[in-house]
């Protein structure tokens, strides 16, 4: 088994941190190179300030779409920045910022890297939580055309 090149998917959350120190340790065993992959959902901008269930006006700060792309972009480098600083220890890093579904991006990025390894964390989320938020882990896993590490938080689920 060869694996040069590690792709890690990070977001701003303990989890993914958790998968990076995992994924960065699986590249130093390897001396692989690493992509790190944060993915930048759209989000979503109400049309309307008046809340539905009281008929109130909301007071919300004046957002427009490209202010809230620039605090996500922002934000994005922020975390990739953190992360490298924190464990890339030598190793070659590439970067990747993309917006739009998170598996959809992870998978994409893979295949852009090359990657023969992806890492990412889970929130273990179950029930209902699962189906409404659907797991990002799962999509990857199965769409996948190179092994996939799923990296639960350790002392989670115990």
């Given at each position: 088994?060869?694996?040069?090149?590690?792709?890690?998917?990070?977001?701003?959350?303990?989890?993914?941190?958790?998968?990076?120190?995992?994924?960065?340790?699986?590249?130093?065993?390897?001396?692989?190179?690493?992509?790190?992959?944060?993915?930048?959902?759209?989000?979503?901008?109400?049309?309307?300030?008046?809340?539905?269930?009281?008929?109130?006006?909301?007071?919300?700060?004046?957002?427009?779409?490209?202010?809230?792309?620039?605090?996500?972009?922002?934000?994005?480098?922020?975390?990739?920045?953190?992360?490298?600083?924190?464990?890339?220890?030598?190793?070659?890093?590439?970067?990747?910022?993309?917006?739009?579904?998170?598996?959809?991006?992870?998978?994409?990025?893979?295949?852009?890297?090359?990657a023969d390894l992806i890492?990412?964390?889970?929130?273990?989320?179950?029930?209902?939580d699962r189906l409404l938020?659907?797991?990002?882990?799962?999509?990857?896993?199965?769409?996948?055309?190179?092994?996939?590490?799923?990296?639960?938080?350790?002392?989670?689920?115990?």
């Amino acid at each position: 088994m060869k694996i040069s090149k590690i792709l890690i998917g990070i977001d701003d959350s303990k989890f993914a941190e958790y998968a990076a120190s995992y994924g960065f340790d699986i590249a130093q065993t390897f001396n692989a190179h690493v992509g790190l992959v944060h993915i930048v959902e759209p989000a979503i901008i109400p049309e309307s300030n008046t809340d539905t269930v009281l008929g109130m006006p909301l007071q919300t700060p004046d957002y427009n779409e490209m202010n809230i792309l620039d605090i996500q972009k922002d934000q994005a480098e922020s975390v990739i920045e953190r992360t490298i600083k924190k464990y890339a220890r030598g190793l070659q890093v590439t970067h990747f910022n993309e917006y739009g579904s998170t598996a959809d991006g992870i998978l994409s990025c893979s295949k852009e890297f090359n990657a023969d390894l992806i890492v990412i964390g889970t929130h273990n989320r179950t029930g209902i939580d699962r189906l409404l938020m659907g797991s990002v882990a799962e999509s990857v896993v199965r769409n996948s055309h190179v092994p996939v590490l799923v990296v639960p938080l350790a002392g989670e689920g115990e």
